[in-house]
């Protein structure tokens, strides 16, 4: 009978204890994950053509975590990134769930902050534009 006790009260106990949120929110469930950039909108002649990105001639990825959290391409926090995300309309405001580690290359960047990406979001590419009026640029899944 004690054994019992025993075991409804560790049950109890444990069944009480906090588990880690990391669920993914529906808004933003098919952006997240590991993304890279192939084009960026430019204005040729008068027209708006996508060009292929070339960054340093190597790839550029960044990720979505499960809570909106942008990350570069070593897991670290992205510097001066959004506040929110507007993904197909709707909006998502970014509110770490869990641990977010410190990029010490941020404390050398000065922000010019823009508190919200507009994400359109299509299978496996996506297309961002920041702040309304820097150029667009798009991406695929990895």
Known sequence: MKQILFLL???????????DDTDTPP????IVGKWQLTETEITENGQT????????????YFSIRFDGVL???????M????????????????????????????????CAQCPNWEIEQTGDQMIITTCGISPRSKYVRK
């Open 9 to 19: 009260f560790v049950l109890f106990i444990l069944s009480g204890c906090k588990k």
């Open 79 to 110: 510097c001066c990134s959004p506040q929110s995300l507007t993904v197909n309309g709707f909006l998502f405001a970014i509110e770490p769930k869990a641990s977010v580690p410190i990029n010490p290359l941020c404390a050398a960047v000065s």
């Open 71 to 77: 990350l570069d391409d070593k897991d670290l926090p």
């Open 49 to 60: 053509v996508w060009q292929e990105a070339g960054v340093y001639d190597k790839p550029y």
């Open 27 to 30: 808004q933003i469930e098919g």
